[in-house]
Every structure is written in C-alpha cells, then in structure tokens.
C-alpha cells in the first residue's frame, strides 16, 4: 500500500522555470521526506521535514508541509536539466517505523 | 565512506529458477531495508532488519521469497522459484541508529537490482 500520492504523475518544464510537486498522504506522520531518483539508479535522500515544521529550505528546494491539509510540496527553483529524474515523498506514520513511498512525479527540464 | 553496495546490478533467469541478491550496507548503519520497485512505481517495502533481527516482514511473500542478515551486517535476499511478476528493481537501503523520538531519518539506498524474468 502506498501512503503518499504526488501530483502531477509527469511534469515537463523549460530550463530555468520552477517545477512544483505536490504529495498527498492519509494518515497522521512524524515526518516526510522527499527523494529523487534519476533513471536506472537509486534514490537519493533530498530533504527531510518533521510534523511540528512548516517549511525547509535546501539550495534550490523548497518544501513545504500543512498537516491540516495532509499535503506537502517540492519546489525546485531555476530548474536545470541536470534535475530531470523521479521525485518521491516518503511518509512514516506515527511510531510505525515504516517509511511509506509515494509512486512520484516524474520531472523533464527540457535545455 | 562508501555507500550501499548491491549485487549483481542485472539479473535475467527463466522463470522456476532460483535467484539471489546481495546487499553491504554503509558501515555502522544496524538498520537494513529491502524494498521492490516496479516499473513506474515507487518502492514497496519487504523486509526491515534492525541487526540481525527481523522486525517487519509483513509485506514478504513468505512462500517464495526469503532473506537473512547474517552477523548484522550483509544481506541476501532470495527468490525461488522465481514468477514472471517478480519482474522487478529490488532495492537495499540502510539507515544509522535512531537518535531521539522524531521518527527515523534518511534512508541511503543501493543503485539496486534489476531483475527480469522469462
């Protein structure tokens, strides 16, 4: 079963725009966490946010968490081609030791 | 400070065999995760060790799949015999010791296996 859910499924932007994604999960989480994944490869850890934070910045990403809403979002700022890859969030429910991913948005820069 | 480290990164059986992957994890790292990633998808958990133990094996198909962290260290994740479904990218993660009562961190995750079955 998969906790969380992003939106778009598949995004296609112009070098130098900003991507948003959007994850929406269902239960109530100690935290969230984004990762990417560029194709054939593993995921990479991009940035954590915990439920008592509303926004964490790191370089070029932003990401944002309402709780009330059960939603978080990934911004990418001045995107480059070098960030087309698969985005995912990441839930862990409350003391459930479970990190619970989403089926992601996959992003294009085009140059 | 080397990462996860998988193998083999590509496997092809006919379907009925057998089939093994292999996972170091980062040193000093007592949690190890196997996840299964589809096509399209993202992973779906199937086995977390806390050192040598098992504590979530829930989502492992127990009839054809196993696993083993011998020492709490290295681990083998095994199919047999394998199905067309289990198509598949099997990916090994590992995180260090929780610190606090925050939820667990970062996971590290291995380039992972691709498995294909015909």
């Known amino acids: 079963s998969q906790q969380g859910e992003e939106d778009p499924q598949a995004l296609s932007i112009q070098e130098g725009e900003n991507a948003t994604m959007n994850c929406s999960y269902k239960t109530s989480i100690n935290n969230l966490q984004w990762y990417r994944q560029n194709s054939g490869r593993g995921l990479v850890h991009l940035i954590l946010?915990?439920?008592?934070?509303r926004e964490k910045h790191s370089g070029r990403l932003r990401v944002t968490l309402d709780t009330s809403k059960k939603s978080s979002s990934l911004l990418i700022t001045a995107s480059r081609a070098a960030d087309t890859a698969s985005y995912f969030c990441?839930?862990?429910?409350?003391?459930?030791?479970?990190?619970?991913f989403g089926s992601g948005t996959r992003l294009l820069v085009r140059p | 400070e080397a990462g996860v480290v998988q193998s083999p990164r590509y496997k092809i059986i006919e379907k009925k065999q057998p089939v093994a992957f292999w996972c170091n994890p980062i040193s000093g790292h007592n949690t190890l995760y196997w996840y299964l990633q589809n096509l399209g998808q993202g992973p779906e958990l199937l086995i977390r060790y806390e050192n040598e133990e098992a504590v979530d094996d829930s989502q492992l198909p127990k009839d054809r799949f196993s696993a083993e962290r011998l020492k709490g260290v290295d681990s083998t994740l095994k199919i047999q015999p394998a199905e067309l479904g289990d198509s598949a990218v099997y990916l090994c993660?590992?995180?260090?010791?929780?610190?606090?009562?925050?939820?667990?961190?970062?996971?590290?995750f291995g380039e992972g296996s691709r498995l294909t079955v015909l």
């Open positions: 993660a590992s995180s260090p010791p929780v610190v606090g009562t925050g939820g667990f961190g970062e996971l590290f």
């Open positions: 990441a839930t862990e429910r409350d003391s459930s030791y479970k990190l619970i």
């Open positions: 946010i915990r439920s008592n934070e």
